[in-house]
């Protein structure tokens, strides 16, 4: 799973699996693997128009957008880190 390591935007991502240790892994349609965020469990983050949520792991979730697919900027700061994603 490649790291998000420094500020990108990632457009249609079809599913977002999260957890509450402040872990998002993000599957892009047309990618094989995910792209994993990792901020630890005060993580800030901020998902918008998400047509429904399911458990698959104790820990887990996986969230699908209203929409085709979500678009998700992510900030990548030395002293704060934060996702903000949504449906066009």
Known sequence: MP??????TLEQVEHIL???????D?????ENDYYTWE????????????????????DRFIMFPEGDS???????EEDESRVRCWCE
């Open 3 to 8: 790291r998000i390591s420094q500020s990108t």
């Open 18 to 24: 999260g957890s509450g240790s402040g872990i998002l």
């Open 26 to 30: 993000f599957a892009v349609e047309g």
């Open 39 to 58: 901020d630890g469990e005060d993580a800030n983050w901020e998902i918008e128009d998400v047509d429904c949520v399911k458990n698959v792991e104790e």
């Open 70 to 76: 979500f678009t998700c900027e992510v900030e990548t």
